[in-house]
């Protein structure tokens, strides 16, 4: 009995070395030769010509002004006596607007539309894309590779600005570490916001890289977008009233969109509680809250906090983007296959 | 079409290779049904600034789409990874980045041509050593000359390993020394690597290959080896040497019975393509009496690469008037 199950065991075991040998290993070295290494070399590339510390201090200097404002503002709260999670809070509350608006938002996505922008087109135009082309590595390792990179970059700027401006927040308010520790969740929630808007604009990006001629002309409407995601659409929202809701104007404001996701993550991950301190900020900049407050309707009791616009299910907002972004990774990589390569 | 059995043994191979430029009334063919045969060794591809020969490299490199035919690089489809990996390619007036070193460029390159690094480090230096850069190994590419600059992108585009080897017009821009030094480096890889070159410096091209192929207006002219090519031509070329060349070509090319008439960049003679050679011979002692020139000499040599090329040429357009 004991030699029957020592025998089965040695057959398994030779089994699967055997299948190691025949299948496993030639697959690892297929896919190491083929897949990722020409492609890692272009991410690793790319990395280099778009991160310089130089670039990413001024751009943390940049990234900080507007919540240094917000965390410096005033107020009555003593953060000796209260608990860290109270503090956190307080803090999160001062930082939670400037941060989507700002740090994630206007300056982000302005960012990394300027470093994505000449990674094509620039190559194109100067010439040297015609030499690596002409190399054994196919254009949509190109274009991965170098939409890896820019989506790296923005993943260590984000991680960056996040921390300093939780950091920044705490020394200003209080300057204790323990409140730092507990305001991990709501850095959490923003740090994985940013992925998902890192993933759009990287998309943006490298699709205008693909399709333009100058990179200043595709770094321009890439400004233009961010400029008018998050300050055209306040305008036009405000200034139209009811016009905005009657003609579902929504569907095309990427402001309330991205504000949409924002609070379905800062929500999905009780980030931060509901409050008219940082909501009314969200109310009038996106169009995710009315100016109504949230009211238990069976109870009538105020529930704190302001009442959803609800115009999209924050999911589909979610989903509809990621689609959108997704579409136009494939559509760059279209564009750049297609695209004649000549000087 | 040609047989299955001789295009095995070509390096680069095209069946009606067409580039249409735009569409409807504004299209222009750039390439016009070229059967490119290039077999191994060296092999030139001439024609004027213009004649198509950069379109062409670039589709073989898979740089710009073919519109109609099609084109094989040992066999491979030009443009695929597969044929990639078989050519190292030399675009014309290379741009690279400027910031890398040249060693770190050919690193570089010789990863995405699918090297390990030690294995590119490796080959980055015996390809600097070989191309006399390797004390310009760390410099910046940008502080090269511009002849470093032409020799490291061969550099580059050998280190791979590739079987053939396209260079665009590699000449172009160099002064004599950086010129005389690149044609002489690629004389020295032929025993490793086809290669075909363009160029439209024709004297090069006669000193490198033993093959050529030229082209005008995006059409193949003719393709042969040199050596026949020349004898296909009997020479109708006459060098004439006077002490006032310059007066007397004016006149030379006044004539009716002379086709073409010019002075040598070279020789500073005056090369002489008669219509009716007989004609030239009769009046020309009478020429140089009535113009009290001195006779140093006239003669008929073999033609070059250039002279033929001058006499295709203007058959070819006067063909066309």
Known sequence: ?343 | MIKKESKTNLEIWSDKLTKIYGKGNEAIEAVSKIDLRVKPGIHGFLGPNGAGKTTTINMLVGAISITEGDAKIREKKAGTVAAKQLIGFLPQDPVFYEDMTGEEYLIYMGQLGGLQKKEARLKAQQLLDFFNLFEARNREIGTYSGGEKQKVGIAGSLIHDPKVLILDEPTANLDPIGRADVVQKIKELSDRVSVFVSSHILSEIEQMCEDVTMIDNGKIVISDSISNIKKSFISNLYILDTNMNEKLVDKLKDKDFISKARIDDLDGKIHIIPKDAEKLRDILPQMLLENKAKLYSFHQPELSLQDIFMEIMTKKRGNKK
């Open chain 1, 1 to 343: 009995m004991k030699n029957n199950i020592v025998n089965t065991e040695g057959k398994i075991k030779s089994s699967f070395k055997k299948l190691n040998l025949k299948v496993i290993q030639p697959v690892k070295i297929w896919l190491s030769k083929n897949i990722f290494k020409r492609t890692a070399i272009i991410i690793k590339k790319t990395f280099q010509d778009i991160y310089s510390l130089k670039k990413i201090i001024i751009t943390l200097i940049v990234i900080l002004i507007l919540p240094l404002i917000y965390v410096l503002l005033p107020t009555t709260v003593d953060f000796g006596l209260i608990s860290p999670n109270h503090a956190a809070t307080i803090i999160s509350f001062a930082l939670i607007f400037p941060a989507f608006f700002w740090t994630l938002g206007l300056v982000y996505t302005i960012i990394i539309g300027t470093s994505g922008a000449p990674l094509i087109a620039e190559e194109v135009k100067s010439g040297t894309m015609l030499l690596l082309v002409s190399k054994p590595i196919s254009r949509i390792k190109i274009f991965i590779g170098k939409y890896i990179a820019v989506y790296l970059y923005g993943m260590l700027l984000s991680f960056f600005s996040i921390f300093v401006i939780g950091w920044v927040g705490v020394f200003v308010k209080s300057g204790n570490i323990d409140h730092f520790i507990s305001l991990i969740p709501f850095l959490t929630a923003l740090y994985i916001y940013s992925l998902f808007i890192l993933f759009l604009f990287t998309s943006i990006t490298m699709a205008f890289s693909s399709i333009f001629k100058k990179a200043r002309s595709a770094s321009i409407l890439i400004i233009f977008i961010a400029i008018f995601s998050y300050i055209a659409f306040l305008l036009i929202r405000s200034l139209t009233g009811q016009f905005y809701v009657t003609f579902q104007l929504y569907h095309f404001d990427l402001g309330y969109h991205l504000g949409n996701v924002f609070i379905f993550f800062i929500e999905t991950l009780d980030a931060v509680p509901p409050s008219l301190s940082w909501q009314t900020a969200f109310a009038m900049l996106t169009g995710v809250y009315t100016y109504e407050n949230l009211v238990d309707p069976d109870q009538n009791i105020n529930l704190g906090g302001l009442e959803k616009t609800n115009y999209y299910f924050p999911v589909f907002s979610l989903i509809i983007w990621i689609l959108i972004a997704a579409l136009l990774l494939v559509f760059g990589i279209l564009r750049l296959n297609k695209r004649e390569i000549s000087v």
